[in-house]
């Protein structure tokens, strides 16, 4: 089942994720839905708190670009509480977006390489050391899990100059429906 996002201005965007104790049959089912939801949108990521849940699971997927049109995706992967160490001290700038800030584009500076730890859909840990694009991916969706989102990790100047966008997506968003 295709899952509803949450938008910039919804507070859940900025709430701490709790861990999960448990892989019930329904973080079974939720991990299912937001693997679809994240594929509807033709996303590389999807935290638990975009659809209006605060536990501590993303899913996301690899992109390969072969040329501008022609990409394919990663199979889609599941992480549970998961706990990211080992930051390497080399940064690396890319664009980020955000399904919860549609049209949104900011430069965000990060590690180039980390190491993580999560819990797989059936409890086991897994561990590994990633690099560049992944390893983005990864962070990105992590920062959801603690309330923080790509705007905040831009330049001072970036984010001042996104402001009418915010204010345009937060507005769109959260005005109540009829
Ligand atoms: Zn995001």
Not at 9 to 25: C, H, M, Q, V
Not at 66 to 80: L, Q
Not at 156 to 166: D, F, G, I, T, W
Request: charged content about 30%; proline content about 6%.
């Amino acid at each position: 089942m295709k899952l509803n996002l949450r938008y910039y201005g919804d507070s859940i965007l900025r709430k701490t994720a709790l861990r999960i104790d448990e892989i019930t049959p329904e973080i079974v089912q939720l991990s299912q839905d937001m693997i679809e939801t994240m594929n509807d949108y033709q996303a590389v990521g999807l935290a638990a708190p975009q659809i209006g849940c605060l536990l501590r699971i993303y899913v996301f997927r690899d992109f390969h670009s072969i040329s501008e049109d022609n990409y394919h995706f990663g199979p889609p992967e599941i992480a549970i509480n998961p706990e990211i160490s080992s930051p390497s001290k080399e940064m690396e700038e890319m664009v980020e977006g955000c399904l919860s800030l549609p049209d949104l584009h900011v430069t965000v500076k990060r590690p180039k390489k980390i190491h993580i730890r999560y819990q797989d859909i059936h409890g086991n840990w897994e561990e590994s050391d990633l690099e560049g694009f992944i390893a983005r991916v990864n962070m990105h969706e992590n920062d959801h899990l603690n309330g923080v989102l790509h705007i905040d990790r831009t330049s001072s100047k970036e984010r001042k100059a996104v402001q009418p966008l915010l204010q345009k997506i937060k507005h769109l968003h959260t005005k109540k429906k009829p």
